[in-house]
């Protein structure tokens, strides 16, 4: 029901009873005091609805009155109104109202640097809330300039910007201009609700949950600038546990959705994301890259991805565990964005990493990709240490994979699937189709695996990635303890498996249909005819 319609019933109510205070004379005196207003006006408390004025105060003393009355609604009505930081208080509701619109202000002395607070903040808090079919607009503002000396020195982009120097990209990208807001920012709260707003032009994370407990975020509409707004994050969960996510729309230029965990901060659990439509800069969604405790038992479930430079990645760069993750019933479209993004326009990108000489190397493990379409312009990665096997159980099943080529001048895909480094991968039933009005000169093969022990290949279908190349489309490299069993060369293979590396051994491959292919079966680079078997495993 409409806030007003209640408050209308509210004073009705208060009427009845003020008629009933008269009729049954004094002794009704002893009769319990008339319910408390439960819903606040910021126009009560001084806000004129017009966007040149200040409305902070009118906004924070509706909020301490309600919180003073035990809890209640602030209702923010139709309007414009420009306000600063504006603290929310326990089992308070923030209600803004269709029609009105709340402006972030652009003066930075309201924003100091190093407080990690947003436009709306809370902290130690229980029962709060963010309602109502209105809109907050950050304001941000952004400038179009090169880095800064040595931006990115220590990041592992170097690659991806010395091939846009060689292509002749313009290096400039746009920078957030001061003040950097969060739209609204929980910390330490309890039993948390976010449903419905529109959130627009944020000029830092837009939603940042840092070590929240029971938190529901759901209808809830973010829009950030895809090409300007840097560092504009949908959802950030940091370090926070019993989360739900769901029917959000959010199209935002840094990552839409992304979980990490703060230094000496508590672990991420139990998170479902799920009938959200994802569109993204960077990645719809990622686990990482800060890491420094565990985060497990994650879902992204019955959703679209489009138009994102990534679909989903796990980046482990702090030393943690991520595990039991699940991406499943997935539609993706990807498309490759100016060199600044992170992303090759990958469907999934998976990493254990170090940060610095100095960081301890984490671990990826029980991770299940299954049903997923994606119309792909960039190399999908599973990668750890190349002497290590940081990276373990990973499942990857019913995946049809379109390789589409670039759309930028930067070209980076070569592989349409590479795994590296890990212990025990599955791949099942996959799909990989390679566009053939305009082929990209650097694909290479549908599948290339180097340093992984324990795998299993089944029911993939695939070719090599330029009909005409020299690529094969299986590549095991350096692999041991494996098989590959009832898959298909697609038409214009040319060699179905090429085997590589003096460690490969006891791999076995049978019913495979490889009538299409050219060539069956190819050694290189060390690769040992020995270290194949044509026929399955011993009983």
């Given amino acids: 029901m409409d806030p007003k319609q ?5 004073n009705t109510m208060l009427a009845g009873l003020g008629a009933a205070h008269f009729l049954q004379g004094p002794a009704a005196a002893q009769s319990p005091a008339p319910p408390r207003a439960f819903y606040y006006d910021v126009r009560q ?27 209640g609604t602030v209702l923010i009505s139709p309007g414009e109104h420009t306000i600063g930081p504006v603290e929310i208080k326990s089992n308070v509701t923030i209600h803004v109202d269709a029609g009105a619109t709340v402006f972030a202000g652009r003066d930075e002395a309201q924003f100091p640097r190093g407080r990690a607070r947003g436009l709306f903040f809370a902290d130690n808090v229980q029962n709060v809330s963010m309602t109502g079919k209105g809109r907050i607009d950050g304001q941000g503002v952004w400038e179009w300039r090169l880095p800064d000396q040595n931006a990115y020195t220590t990041r592992p982009i170097q690659a ?14 746009y920078h957030t201009v001061r003040p950097s807001i969060s739209l609204v920012a929980f910390t330490r709260a309890t039993n948390v609700l976010i449903e419905d707003i529109t959130l627009i032009n944020s000029s830092g994370w837009c939603m940042p949950i840092t070590e929240c407990d029971r938190v529901f975020i759901r209808g809830v509409h973010l829009y950030s600038d895809l090409d300007k707004a840097v560092n504009s994050d949908g959802i950030d969960l940091v370090s926070s546990k019993n989360v739900l996510i769901s029917d959000c729309v959010l199209f935002t230029a840094d ?63 702090n030393g943690c565990t991520v595990s039991d993750v699940l991406f499943s019933n997935l539609v993706i479209d990807l498309n490759r964005r100016h060199y600044n993004w992170w992303g090759n326009a990958e469907t999934f990108n998976f990493v254990v990493w170090q940060e610095s000489q100095d960081s301890p190397l984490g671990t990826i493990r029980s991770v299940v990709v299954d049903n997923v379409v994606s119309n792909a312009r ?42 590296e480094g890990v212990r025990g991968f599955k791949l099942r039933d996959v799909s990989v189709k390679w566009d053939e009005t305009k082929p990209e000169p650097k694909w290479a093969s549908a599948v290339y695996m180097k340093g992984v022990d324990e795998f299993e290949i089944e029911g993939v279908n695939a070719r090599q990635g330029l009909k005409d190349g020299k690529h094969a489309a299986i590549v095991l490299d350096d692999v041991t303890d494996g098989t590959i069993r009832n898959s298909r ?22 019913n495979n249909a490889v009538a299409k292919a050219a060539k069956k079966y190819d050694f290189q680079d060390g690769g040992r005819r020995g270290s194949i078997t044509l026929g399955p495993p011993p009983a």
């Fill in 378 to 419: 960039g190399t999908s990665a599973v990668i750890g240490p190349p002497d290590q096997r940081r990276i373990e159980d990973i499942s990857v099943s019913n995946v049809r994979l379109n390789m589409m080529p670039e759309n930028t001048a930067d070209k980076r895909a070569t592989d349409a699937l590479r795994v």
């Fill in 489 to 510: 060369a697609g038409n214009g293979c040319g060699t179905f498996l090429e085997v590589r590396g003096q460690r490969t051994k006891d791999v076995f491959v049978y």
């Fill in 160 to 173: 991806e910007i010395e091939t846009a120097r060689q292509a002749g990209l313009d290096m400039r990208y």
């Fill in 6 to 10: 209640l408050l209308s019933r509210r």
């Fill in 45 to 71: 408390f001084g806000a004129t609805g017009r966007k040149g004025g200040n409305a902070t105060r009118a906004f924070q003393a509706a909020v301490d009155a309600a919180f003073a009355a035990g809890g």
């Fill in 255 to 317: 990552d839409c959705i992304s979980l990490k965990t703060r230094k000496n901060g508590a672990p991420i659990e139990n998170v479902t994301v799920t009938n959200c439509l994802l569109t993204s800069s960077s990645s719809a969604f990622v686990i990482g890259v800060e890491t420094w405790a565990d985060i497990h038992h994650v879902m992204l479930t019955n959703s679209v991805i489009r138009n994102a430079n990534r679909g989903f990645r796990i980046a482990v760069w």
